[in-house]
Structures are given as structure tokens and as C-alpha cells.
């Protein structure tokens, strides 16, 4: 061989086969841009600080890694199908497998310089375009700077030099260990009739009802957390088993059915999909996948930063909010009394005090069991917030009067769970009412919010019995846990920077005085407005930027793999198209049956997408509400939005490739 002969050889042959090769290189180019800006944004020194900006971009950039490796590896092996017929021919001229190896090795390295100089273009070009991006999303647009990112170039070398040698040993694996015969045949093996397999098919429907019964049943925010990705992996492996096994068990059912199968259009229709779906069904469960998560990551993203604001005014109605617990009655209005004489240039206004008891238990019937001990005791799933009648209306302006024995409750679960009559530790007390209003001036956690009651009893004697009973469960080491606690809301004027700074005085001034009244630090917690807006603001649109970021890949591998599905049937019903014309069937006839089994096999992994969707809604309301979202008829929009864009979205693509499909089917005719 001449010398370079392999070089030339191999670019020839990238050019023959640009109709393949190029989406195959705009693929590879956009994902490695994509990684690179990844890679960029994490790495800007203006998120030091930053820590869940930090994190989120850490992980997408891991998301899209693995992403890049089973997107090119499936395109890799449709390409390589394309071409066995081209290699069983090299072999059949003399040429010997190492030599075409060596020509595989070429086009590889090619292919890696190419997908490297545009990933590196493209990227460096759209960095700048992403930073403004995440900078309006995530309000630090003072904090980061526009460079090259050094690492992240390297890294990406990396990634994508592993990527593209596994991808090399993989198709020189094939080469060595196929035979000239069955390359040229290659073309023809998919015509083998598929056979059942039961075991997945059941398997598949398993795993997926396990899935969906999961997030059906799931009633609280804290098991969804836990639950989320057992039930998604669940669905995930359930899915590619359904499209895989289940399709073609369900379509030879049809065939075993005579009085169906034995019709004109079923005829085909079943023969045609019972082939389409052994060569598409990893294609078809992938598209499913994929379509699935952009809905999700989209709907509940925009919802939470279309919610953001009524979410910052639910759980900080007031500019600052502090919790105190302290068994020493003396010590809230001491800090009180020390912060305003100490701080007389700031306003306190709209102030709200609450004074309570709060208590972990657990739930056996009529009786609230308290655990003796610390383990168990955190591990109690009901919350209890006990308070005098005289508090609650100076919390609220509502009277209320009640007997010794009597308790008049707020239902955070708003489903009035508690028993009529209930006992805890030493006391014993009947519900005569249930109160429509809460005494807490900002919103509790969404996880305690779940199984949470405001208990009021008639007095602060009352009170101080159920705490000294509490008192005795744990005492001198739980000391803090049985404390009463204060908790105390208001508003200042100046600008939001000044009431930052305030905050700061604040938690100087309480951690002086904890120190000074030996009060435990794990006693008391400070928040305000404006750091937590702030906080609210740059995890929820972090979780946007992540969103739209991986939703544009994900589409791109949709579009991807529908495009080379779309070639791969063109080619392969370009020869059913003759055949069925020779046993009968006119033209149009032909036509008419192969559009409808693509137009079944193209929309069935959308209509399962939005199966799971639905399935899954009830669930991601729970996981949102641990995000502080409660506006169900929100997400229910963004959902329903996000549905019909992504489906029009999909019908263009399929309009597009369908021309390309019809293309081929034609000029083979």
C-alpha cells in the first residue's frame, strides 16, 4: 500500500457516507460543546461561594458524560449495521481485517479532531451566551467572569478520547470476530422473525407497575424523597423491557387471534409492526426515556420559578423570623430588651410573638407515644405544637374558651387528623374544635407541614405541666428539647443590603447572650427575608438553568435517534415496498400501510412518555411540596404546556424525517 493510502481511504469514506456520518458529527460536536460549557460554568471562580450553583453544574456535567457515552455508542452501532455489507465487500476484494481496522482507526481519529475543533468552537462561542444565562436565572451576575476555561478543555479531551477509543476497540471487536459472508448478508439478518420472550415482557410489566404503584401510593414529601429513584429506574429499566419483549408478545397475540390477524390492513399492519419493533425497540424505549424527562425537568422547573415569589412571601411573611427555645422565661425578653435599646437607629415594626411546646411523637390509635430516647425520638413522624389559649389570640386576634381537658386544634394537613380524644404523656385531652387559622407568623417546613397540629389548651398551666412531664422524659442531657419556645417575627426599614447587615447584629447579639445565659446553641435559629429570597432565587433558577440545559441535549439525541430510525426503515421497507407490490397490493395500498405502522411505531413512545407523566404527576407534587411548591393548578399548566409543545416539537421532527424517509423508499422504487 501506498503511503497515506489508509488516511485517504478513510476520509473517502466519511465523505461517501455523509448522509450518516455528518448527524453523527454535529452529535458528537454539540455534546462535547455542551460538556465544555458545563465544565466552564462550574469551574468559574465566581461560584466559589456558590456552593448549590456549584453542585448542580457538578452533576449535570456528570449527566451529560454518561450521556455522551450511550448516545454515541447507539449511533455508533446503527452505523456500523449501515456498513457491514461495505465491509464483507472489502474483505471479499483481498483486503485483510487489520488493514481494515487501520482504516476504522483513521476514521475514528478523524472523527475525534472534528468533534473536538467544533465542540471547542461552538462551546467557546456559547459560553458567553449560557453565563448571561445562569447569571439572570440565579441573580450572581456580579460575581462571575467570562474566560476559557483551561480544565474544562481538558477534561473534555479526555472524556471524548475514551469515548471514541472504546468506540474503536468495540467496532475492531466486530471486524476481527465476523465472517465475509454474514457482513454481506448483514443487510438481511433482521428479516429473521422475532421471538417471544416472555420472561422480559412480564418482567418489564412487573418493574413498571412497581413504579407506578410507588409513586400512586406514595403519600408524603419525605417518602417521595426517598422513594424517587428507586421508582425511576424502576420505570426506566421497565420501559426498555416493554418496548423490547412486550411489543412483540403483544403483536403475536394479535397474529394468534384469526378472526383479527386474518384481515387486509391488520394483515400488514401486524407483520409490518412485528418487524419494525425488533429492529426500533431500543430506539423507541430511548425516545420514550428521553421525552419523559424533558416533560418532567421542564413542568416542574418553570413551575417552582413562576411560584417563586408567592413561595418567599409564604415562608417569610416578615423581614426576620427567630426561634428560641430556653428553659429560663427571663431570657427571650432580656435578648429582646438588649437588641432594640442596642439598636435604636432600626425600626421594629409589625412584630409577632408566639410562645409554645413543641413535641415529636408517634401515633398508636387514641395515644402520642414520646420515646425516651434520642434515636427514636427524631424519628417520630408526628409534630405536635402546643400553646396557650392566651398566645394564640395574641397571635391571632381569635378568642377562644376552653375547660381544663379541652384542646382546640390547627391541621396543617388540613385533614383534621388527630383523634377526638387523645392522650400524651401523663395527660389526657378531647378536641372540641378545629381551628381554620395558624398562630405562626411564617410557614413551617413542607416535610413537618405534612403530619403537623397546633394544639391549644386553656392556660399557661396547662402548658408548663405538659412541659415539666416532657422535662422529666429526657432531662438535664435533652434539656433544650423540652424547652418552651419563643418564636418571633418582624420588619425593619432600610434597603435589603442594610437589613443583611442587620441580620448578622442579630445572630452576634443572640449568640452573646445564649453564651452569657449558658443556653444550648442547637436552641435557637435565625432567618431572614432577604437571605433566604436570595437563597430561594439561586437554587430554583440553578435548577431552571440545569432544566433547559439538559432538555436541549436530550432533544437533540430525540431528534437524533428518529432521524436515523426514519433512514434505517426507509432502507428496509424500501424492499418490503416492492415485495408486497408483486404479491398484489397496489401502490397506494402499500403507501397507506406502511404510513400508518410509522405513524403508530413514531407516536407510541410519545403516548407512553406522557403515560408516565401522568402516572407520575401525583408524585411530583409531592416531591415539589418538599420544595416549598403547594400551587397544584400551576404545575398542572406548566405540565399541560410542556406536553404540547414538546408533541408539536416531535410532529416537526417527524414531518422532516418522514421527507427523508419517503426519499429513499421512492429512488429504490
Known amino acids: 500500500m501506498r503511503k497515506g493510502f489508509y488516511m485517504r481511504f478513510a476520509a473517502q469514506n466519511l465523505q461517501k457516507n455523509s448522509k450518516f456520518y455528518i448527524p453523527y458529527l454535529i452529535a458528537s460536536s454539540l455534546t462535547a460543546s455542551m460538556f465544555y460549557i458545563m465544565c466552564f460554568l462550574e469551574n468559574n471562580p465566581g461560584l466559589e461561594k456558590h456552593s448549590a450553583q456549584k453542585w448542580m453544574l457538578h452533576f449535570g456535567a456528570i449527566i451529560i458524560g454518561i450521556f455522551a457515552v450511550i448516545l454515541l455508542l447507539y449511533i455508533n452501532s446503527f452505523l456500523m449495521k449501515r456498513r457491514q455489507k461495505e465491509i464483507g465487500l472489502y474483505n471479499v476484494l483481498g483486503m485483510e ?52 476555561s483551561g480544565k474544562g478543555m481538558g477534561i473534555t479531551l479526555l472524556l471524548f478520547a475514551g469515548i471514541f477509543l472504546l468506540l474503536l476497540v468495540l467496532n475492531q471487536f466486530k471486524i476481527h470476530f465476523s465472517h465475509p459472508v454474514e457482513l454481506l ?75 383479527f390477524y386474518y384481515k387486509t390492513n391488520h394483515f400488514t399492519a401486524v407483520s409490518g409492526l412485528l418487524y419494525r419493533m425488533k429492529q426500533n425497540a431500543t430506539g423507541l424505549a430511548s425516545i420514550c426515556v428521553l421525552a419523559t424527562m424533558v416533560i418532567v425537568m421542564i413542568s416542574s422547573t418553570v413551575s417552582l420559578n413562576m411560584n417563586v415569589n408567592k413561595i418567599i412571601n409564604q415562608t417569610y411573611p416578615h423581614d426576620y423570623s427567630i426561634d428560641i427555645q430556653s428553659t429560663n422565661p427571663k431570657f427571650f425578653q432580656n ?93 389526657s385531652f378531647k378536641q372540641t374544635a378545629a381551628l381554620k387559622t395558624s398562630p405562626f407568623a411564617s410557614n413551617i417546613s413542607p416535610t413537618v407541614m405534612e403530619n403537623a397540629h397546633v394544639i391549644v389548651v386553656k392556660n399557661h398551666q396547662i402548658l408548663n405541666k405538659l412541659q415539666k412531664e416532657f422535662q422529666e422524659i429526657f432531662g438535664k442531657s435533652g434539656n433544650y428539647l423540652s424547652a418552651l419556645s419563643y418564636s418571633y417575627s418582624f420588619d425593619t426599614d432600610g434597603t435589603d443590603a442594610e437589613k443583611v447587615s442587620f441580620l448578622k447584629t442579630i445572630q452576634m447579639e443572640l449568640s452573646k447572650e445564649c453564651k452569657a445565659s449558658a443556653v444550648n446553641s442547637n436552641g ?28 436541549i441535549l436530550f432533544l437533540m439525541a430525540t431528534v437524533l435517534i428518529i432521524y436515523y430510525k426514519q433512514i434505517s426503515e426507509g432502507y428496509d421497507d424500501a424492499k418490503r415496498f416492492q415485495i408486497m407490490q408483486k404479491v398484489g397490493m397496489s401502490q397506494t395500498e402499500v403507501k397507506k400501510s406502511i404510513h400508518s405502522q410509522v405513524l403508530i411505531v413514531f407516536f407510541l413512545p410519545l403516548a407512553v412518555a406522557v403515560l408516565h407523566m401522568i402516572v407520575a404527576f401525583p408524585y411530583m407534587t409531592k416531591l415539589l411540596r418538599a420544595m416549598y411548591l403547594t400551587d397544584i393548578p400551576l404545575f398542572t399548566l406548566c405540565t399541560v404546556c410542556t406536553v404540547a409543545i414538546f408533541a408539536l416539537v416531535y410532529v416537526i421532527v417527524y414531518a422532516l424525517t418522514t421527507h427523508t424517509y419517503y426519499k429513499i423508499v421512492s429512488s429504490a422504487n
Request: net charge positive; charged share 20%.
Open 97 to 148: 481485517k487489520q488493514h481494515i481496522c487501520r482504516i476504522f482507526g483513521w476514521e475514528t481519529l478523524y472523527s475525534y479532531f472534528i468533534t473536538m475543533a467544533c465542540g471547542f468552537g461552538v462551546g467557546i462561542l456559547l459560553s458567553k451566551l449560557f453565563l448571561l444565562l445562569l447569571c439572570k436565572l440565579t441573580n450572581v451576575t456580579h460575581a462571575l467572569s467570562f474566560y476559557i
Open 524 to 551: 435557637y435559629s435565625i432567618s431572614s427575608r432577604q437571605d433566604g429570597e436570595k437563597g430561594f432565587r439561586n437554587t430554583y433558577g440553578g435548577m431552571l438553568f440545569l432544566g433547559l440545559f439538559l432538555s
Open 335 to 427: 435578648f429582646l430588651k438588649s437588641l432594640k435599646e442596642k439598636n435604636t437607629n432600626h425600626t421594629f415594626k409589625n412584630e409577632h410573638t408566639t410562645r409554645y411546646l413543641s413535641i415529636q411523637a408517634n401515633e398508636k390509635g387514641n395515644n402520642l407515644e414520646v420515646p425516651n430516647q434520642m434515636e427514636q425520638y427524631f424519628n417520630c413522624k408526628t409534630y405536635l405544637f402546643f400553646l396557650s389559649a392566651e398566645d394564640y389570640t395574641a397571635s391571632t386576634g381569635i378568642r377562644l374558651s376552653l375547660q381544663d381537658n379541652e384542646t382546640a386544634v390547627f391541621d396543617f394537613t388540613k385533614k383534621n387528623r388527630l383523634p377526638d380524644t387523645f392522650s400524651i404523656l401523663d395527660s
Open 185 to 259: 448478508r448483514g443487510g438481511n439478518v433482521g428479516e429473521k422473525e422475532p421471538k417471544s420472550n416472555w420472561f422480559l415482557a412480564i418482567l418489564g410489566l412487573g418493574l413498571t407497575g412497581t413504579g407506578y404503584y410507588i409513586a400512586l401510593t406514595t403519600t408524603s414529601a419525605v417518602a417521595a424523597i426517598k422513594s424517587f429513584f428507586i421508582a425511576v429506574l424502576l420505570v426506566i429499566v421497565g420501559t426498555y423491557f416493554l418496548f423490547i419483549a412486550g411489543t412483540i408478545v403483544l403483536l403475536k397475540l394479535l397474529r394468534k387471534n384469526k378472526k
